[in-house]
C-alpha cells in the first residue's frame, strides 16, 4: 500500500505559538500514523518570501509580494491536487479564510477533509453545525469529518487509512 499524502491547511504558520504547535504536536502525530504531510508553509522557498518580505514598505514591496503571492498560491493548488486528503486546522472564532478556500478546493476535487478543531471557543451559524455550516458541508461533502481532539484525529486519520 501506498503512504497516503496529506495537504495540511490551517492558519498555524502565522503565529509563533501555532508554529511551535504545529511542528512539535501536530506533525509528529500525524507522521506517526505513516501520513506524508504537505505542508505549505514549506512549499515556497524562503528566499522567494523574503524577498518581498526585506523590502522597505512602499510600491516595489506591494508588487513583489503580488508577485509571491501568485507562486504562494499556485504551489498550494498544486499540492492540494497530489495530496489524498486534507487535515484541515479549524481553530479561532472564525475558519481561516485561507482554510476555508483550500477546503472548497478540495472539495471540489473530490478530496476528503478532516477538521481538526481543538478550539473550544463557538464557531458557527447555529446548533446544527460545529464551524461555518458552508466549511462544514465541505468536509461532510467527501466523506471527511471534524474532530476535536488529537486523539480523535488520530482516530480519524487511522480509519481513513484502513479505508484505502
Not at 45 to 55: D, G, H, K, R, Y
Not at 71 to 96: H, R, S, T, W, Y
Not at 98 to 115: F, N, Q, R, V, W
Not at 123 to 134: A, I, P, R, Y
Request: a neutral charge; aromatic letters at 8%.
Amino acid at each position: 500500500m501506498r503512504k497516503q499524502i496529506a495537504y495540511l491547511a490551517g492558519p498555524l504558520g502565522f503565529s509563533e505559538v501555532g508554529k511551535k504547535f504545529c511542528d512539535e504536536t501536530l506533525k509528529p502525530a500525524i507522521a506517526k500514523i505513516g501520513i506524508k504531510i504537505l505542508d505549505p508553509w514549506e512549499l515556497t522557498s524562503t528566499e522567494l518570501i523574503n524577498s518581498a518580505q526585506n523590502l522597505p514598505y512602499g510600491q516595489e514591496r506591494k508588487d513583489k509580494w503580488s508577485s509571491v503571492n501568485y507562486v504562494i498560491g499556485k504551489n498550494n493548488a498544486e499540492a492540494i491536487k497530489k495530496c489524498d486528503l486534507i487535515i484541515a486546522v479549524l481553530d479561532g472564532p472564525d475558519v481561516d479564510s485561507g482554510t476555508a478556500a483550500e477546503i472548497g478546493y478540495g472539495s471540489a476535487l473530490g478530496k476528503p477533509t478532516i477538521g481538526y478543531r481543538g478550539d473550544y471557543r463557538l464557531s458557527k451559524e447555529n446548533d446544527g453545525g460545529t464551524v461555518n455550516l458552508q466549511v462544514e458541508y465541505f468536509i461532510h461533502q467527501n466523506g471527511g469529518e471534524i474532530v476535536t481532539s488529537l486523539s480523535s484525529l488520530e482516530v480519524a486519520l487511522y480509519k481513513y487509512i484502513k479505508k484505502k
